[in-house]
C-alpha cells in the first residue's frame, strides 16, 4: 500500500454469508487510520470485493488503474464455488509437484464444469496442462495434453481476450511445445504483464524464457527480481533467482537465494545445498550432499549425484546411481546422465546411443543446468563420444552444428557464460587452441566461475595441464574463493537431521555411505 501503512484483515464465513473486518494501520506509530465491516451473502463475494477496493481507494486518495475498475465492474464468475475450486487450483499449481499438478489440474476442470463461462478457470486449466508434460504427473498423459492447453487458452482468450491469465497460458504453450514459437511466446508474455503488471508467475516464464533459452541474463534476471518481489513467499521464486544470478557469475546471491529457498521448502531438500556447493566449487561440502543424494528418490537428485561422482572418479558408483535413473520414466534429461556417466568412465560406444536420444528429444538441445557437466550442448557431447570412437566426420558434423547453434544465439543477443563456454569446447574439440582461450575468456569476463569443473571436464581435456589454461582457471578460483568468504554453503539434509559433516577440503572425499 506504500510505505508506513499496512492494511490488515479477518474474514468469517458462517453457512452462505461472509463478514469481512478490514483496518488501515499506520505501521511507523500503529495507529488505525481506518476500519470498517463489510458483510453480505457468499453468492456477492465479488461485489464485496469491488466495494473495500473502492472505499480504499477513496481513503488512501489513490486513483484505481482502468484495468482495476474493469476487474472491479465485471465479476470473473457467478458461482462462489467455482472461485474457490481455482484458489485451491492455483494454490497447488504453485507447489510445482506431480502430484499437486494432478489436483489442480482436476481443481480447474471441476470448476469450468461449474461455470463454462469461467476465463481465469479455462486459463489456469490451460497453464497446468501445458505444463504437466515438462515432467509432472502421469507420463501416458503427456503427448494429448499440449493440445488440450491449446483449446483451453483459445476459450480463455475467446470469453475474455483482456485477461491476462489467458496470454500467459498461451505464451506458454507457444514456448514449449510445437510450434516452439519463441517470438510469439514473448509477444503473448509480456502482454500478460501488459494487463496485469502484478501477474508474478508471467515475469517468471519471461525471465525463464529470457535467459534460458535467449541467453539474455540480465534482462531475464531482472524479471525474475520482480517475480521474487511480488511473491516473496513462493519457493520456486527463489529456486530461479538463485539460477539466473548463476548464470551471470553472481555466486554470493546466488548462495544467498538458495538458503532463502531453502527456508520456504524446497521441493527437493537437497538441492538447495548442493547446487550452493557447485556455485562455491567447494566439492568437499558437495560430495557430503551427494551422500544423502544417492538414497534419494527424487530424479533430480539421482541425476546431479551420478554426474558429480563421475567428475570426482567415482566412474563405478555413478554406474550404479545412473541405472537407476533409466529405471524411471523416460527423459531427455535422464539420457544426457547416462551418456555423460558413460563417457566418464571412457566407455564411448555406451555413450553414443543415449546422446543421440538426449539430443532427438529435446527441442532446444542446451543443458539448463548450473553446471559444465550439463552446459554443454548435447551434440557436443556426442561429438566428442564420436571423436573417441574415431568417426570424425559426424564428430566434426555435430561440433559444426554446435557452433553454429551458440553463434546464432550470441548474434541475436546472448550474453551468457554458457554460450561462450560452449564454443571454447568446441574449439578445444578441433584442436583451435587460440580460438579456445578466447573463447573461454570471454566467459570469464561474463562472470564463468566453474573452475574446478573446467580443470576435470572432458570437453576441455586437451587444455588440461597447459600453463595458459591454468592461469585463467588461478584467476577464477581467487574470484570464488573470495566469494567463499562472504558466505558458506548450505548443510546436506543429513547434517540438517542432526549428524556430524565430516571435516575436508575441497577435493578430498569422504567414505562412501552404502547405498539402499
Not at 524446497?266 to 551427494?290: K, T
Amino acid at each position: 500500500l506504500g510505505v508506513g501503512t499496512l492494511l490488515e484483515g479477518t474474514i468469517r464465513r458462517q453457512a452462505d454469508r461472509v463478514r469481512v473486518n478490514v483496518e488501515l494501520i499506520d505501521a511507523r506509530t500503529n495507529r488505525n487510520l481506518w476500519a470498517e465491516k463489510f458483510e453480505g451473502p457468499t453468492s456477492d463475494i465479488f461485489g464485496i470485493q469491488s466495494e473495500i477496493a473502492e472505499k480504499l481507494a477513496a481513503r488512501l486518495k489513490v486513483e484505481l488503474s482502468a484495468g482495476t475498475e474493469r476487474a472491479l465492474e465485471r465479476a470473473p464468475t457467478v458461482d462462489p464455488e467455482a472461485y474457490e475450486l481455482v484458489l485451491r487450483a492455483r494454490y497447488l499449481r504453485n507447489l510445482e509437484t506431480g502430484e499437486n499438478m494432478v489436483k489442480a489440474a482436476r481443481y480447474f476442470e471441476q470448476a469450468t464444469e461449474r461455470d463454462p463461462d469461467y476465463a481465469l478457470a479455462w486459463a489456469g486449466l490451460a497453464e497446468v496442462r501445458s505444463v504437466m508434460p515438462m515432467g509432472y504427473g502421469p507420463r501416458e498423459l503427456w503427448p494429448e495434453l499440449p493440445g488440450k492447453a491449446m483449446k483451453a487458452a483459445d476459450r480463455a482468450l475467446e470469453l475474455d481476450d483482456r485477461l491476462a491469465e489467458a496470454h500467459l497460458s498461451k505464451g506458454i504453450i507457444l514456448l514449449h511445445h510445437p510450434p516452439h514459437d519463441e517470438a510469439a511466446a514473448e509477444k503473448e508474455l509480456r502482454r500478460a504483464i501488459e494487463l496485469n503488471p502484478r501477474l508474478a508467475n508471467a515475469h517468471r516464464e519471461l525471465g525463464l524464457m529470457l535467459y534460458r533459452k535467449m541467453g539474455r541474463v540480465e534482462d531475464g534476471l531482472a524479471e525474475l527480481v520482480v517475480t521474487n518481489e511480488l511473491e516473496p513467499f513462493w519457493p520456486m521464486a527463489e529456486d530461479h533467482l538463485a539460477e539466473a544470478y548463476a548464470a551471470k557469475g553472481d555466486v554470493v546471491r546466488s548462495v544467498e537465494a538458495l538458503r532463502r529457498y531453502e527456508e520456504l521448502g524446497a521441493l527437493n531438500e537437497d538441492s538447495p545445498a548442493f547446487e550452493a556447493s557447485m556455485a562455491l566449487q567447494d566439492f568437499g561440502a558437495a560430495e557430503r550432499v551427494v551422500e544423502e543424494m544417492v538414497d534419494s528418490d527424487s530424479g533430480w537428485s539421482l541425476r546431479h549425484a551420478s554426474l558429480f561422482l563421475s567428475l570426482t572418479g567415482r566412474a563405478a558408483e555413478a554406474a550404479a546411481v545412473v541405472d537407476r535413473v533409466l529405471k524411471r520414466p523416460d527423459h531427455h534429461r535422464n539420457q544426457a546422465a547416462a551418456g555423460v556417466v558413460a563417457l566418464f568412465a571412457a566407455e564411448y560406444g555406451a555413450a553414443i546411443p543415449h546422446l543421440e536420444r538426449a539430443n532427438e528429444g529435446y527441442v532446444d538441445p542446451v543443458g539448463l543446468f548450473g553446471s559444465m557437466l550439463y552446459d554443454q550442448e548435447y551434440a557436443t557431447l556426442l561429438g566428442y563420444a564420436h571423436l573417441k570412437m574415431g568417426n570424425e566426420e559426424q564428430a566434426l558434423g555435430l561440433f559444426a552444428e554446435t557452433e553454429q547453434y551458440y553463434t546464432d544465439r550470441i548474434t541475436r543477443g546472448d550474453t551468457s557464460i554458457k554460450a561462450r563456454v560452449g564454443l571454447a569446447a568446441v574449439h578445444a574439440l578441433r584442436g583451435d587452441r587460440e580460438a579456445a582461450y578466447d573463447w573461454l575468456q570471454q566467459a570469464i569476463d561474463a562472470g564463468f566461475y566453474q573452475y574446478a569443473e573446467a580443470e576435470r571436464h572432458l570437453l576441455l581435456e586437451s587444455l588440461h595441464g597447459e600453463e595458459r589454461f591454468q592461469q585463467m582457471m588461478d584467476g577464477v578460483k581467487a574470484r570464488v574463493e573470495e566469494a567463499r568468504r562472504q558466505v558458506h554453503p548450505l548443510e546436506p539434509a543429513g547434517v540438517r537431521r542432526g549428524s556430524s559433516p565430516a571435516t575436508e577440503t575441497p577435493g578430498e572425499r569422504s567414505t562412501p555411505r552404502p547405498g539402499r
